[in-house]
DNA sequence: CTGAAAGCGCTTACAG
DNA sequence: CTGAAAGCGCTTACAG
């Protein structure tokens, strides 16, 4: 049980009478090593179970074989989501992936992402919290290719992928004001973050359409923030009679703030929601969303990264994905 | 913006006038080195930005500074929540989190073990899918500390922190008997996994000693193996009163089982469940659960990874945790 | 207390 | 096509 002593290249290059440098050859794919030699060191190596260590390569290439992943809360279905696939393509090409969690703070954004830097991952899938954060031009500087994910970054060499919020606004406008509301209150994330603002504008710009006043209030993105942005609202004579919830955690602390206020939706007032995570459809009442094709996007986000790891593709690329609208109960529009 | 050319070791030996060992030394808080020696180091340490090559440190110490995270998913909010907490103690101390997915294969969990000691991580928190797994035995006998989470695994070498299973069923049990309750189904998680196991046997020896019959049904801890489990038994005419559920994925499946049968919790049936995700006080109805403290038991089990780490430990330990209940509307007993 | 030297296990320009 | 040698940037036993 358990090797008693790792093999290195030099133990399989003793062993196949070559050099070290023919079984690192062969070993990564060199096509010119001749045909006798690569039997050779392929017996060796399956010979001695030789496995190369991971860490000599990773001086030797000034490269680690991770990738970087920063997202402000893993606990965010959301994210988890798009970590899970992230993490499965990954591993499937002999990449592991770090994990960061900056809640939204862009001082620990800026500490992980020089962490990562330092690491010399292989690149970053980044879901900023700070947009403008100098260590994302320090990855570039680097050769460190960056994905933004969610949210576009300020330094242009990065590639992006995103959801149509401004669609994805409109859409929630539109299912409500369809089935008669007209006091609809948007319960934003921080507008300092792009979902947060272009989810705003949507919903602003669509109201105006509808010669509506767009009212909103300031959830953070996060449960209490939801919870206490709704909470006084809902007290008041002239309440909304329908909100459109910007994330899912924000969500939660509505549904508790409706609970607390003792109204009912979609009777007393009407719900739809952004993100769809798996709870969205048992919740009192099954919530009308807007769901991110997040496990497209992820994997989008991994391939292109791999394009630039490889050199495979030099400008940067954007990509944006619609929004789909899933109708339950808690619009009052089914 | 972006360092042109990192500095190295030599750099900063270089600048202090010292030799680069004295410069490791003082970065490594050897104590012997002399007061003014210590100060010019600093002082070039500052001067040049300079930061140790993480990729050098690995080779040198065959270690890297990563601790490896296996559970069986990640999108599962029990494991994001003990990944979230783990990461962050990490992080603070300097250390990286590698998330592995093991989707409860064994053989998925063999890969990823093999991963991890190729990288020579410092430890491994693990959630077992397979106990057995010789894997384990090779990470200890090559120095890598693994704790087991939630379950334990074979190889008494490893430290363990888990939740009072028994204990948990049992008082799910007592709920629902207190509230008249006879007919009792218990829709457990994979037989051959520990907590699957042991929820069950506390489930049965619980049912027992009331006299009553313990029926169960398996639903494999996932979501659809809650639905398929729970399907059929609600539409024969002897339907159990009331289900406990062994954990929060098989929940949702249960929850859309019996919304799927036109029936009403907790008038058509009684339901008490495993694990307390941020959505279990929202579906329809509350959930009454039983919590497992993840926070604190990931933090015991960092805990636990880096007395090993630094050695002032050697002995295993084990801890057990007791879950916490919450009643809330589902059980039909407030 | 401090330094010179060896070495961790690879990869890759350079010769031949 | 293949090998000898240098080197990635550290750390640490060994001398002094």
Redesign the interface.
Known sequence: ???VQRKTITDVARRASVSPATVSRVLNGDESVGAGYQRRVRRAVEELGY?P????Q??RR?R?A?IGVVVS???N?HF??M??AV??QA?GRGY??????TDESPAKQAT?LD?LV???VLGVILSPSDAHD?QI??L???GTPVVAFDREVDDRRADAVIADNLEGARTAVEVLVRSGHERITFVSGRRDVETGAKRLDGFEFAMRSHGLEARSVDGEFR?DGGHAAVAGLLASPDRPSALIVGNNLMT?GV??AI?EAGLRAPHDIALVAFDD???A?????PLTTLAQPVRRMATEAMELLLERVTGARTEPRRTVHPFELRLRASSGSQ
């Open positions: 049980m358990g090797s496995r260590n991971r860490l000599a990773n001086l000034q680690s991770a809360d893993i606990e279905p988890s989501e970590v899970r993490e499965d591993y592991r992936v770090l994990v960061c969690n992980y962490t330092e690491e010399r100098p031009s320090a570039l500087d680097n449960t939660l549904l508790r609970r995570p798996p709870w459809e048992f919740v009192d009442p």
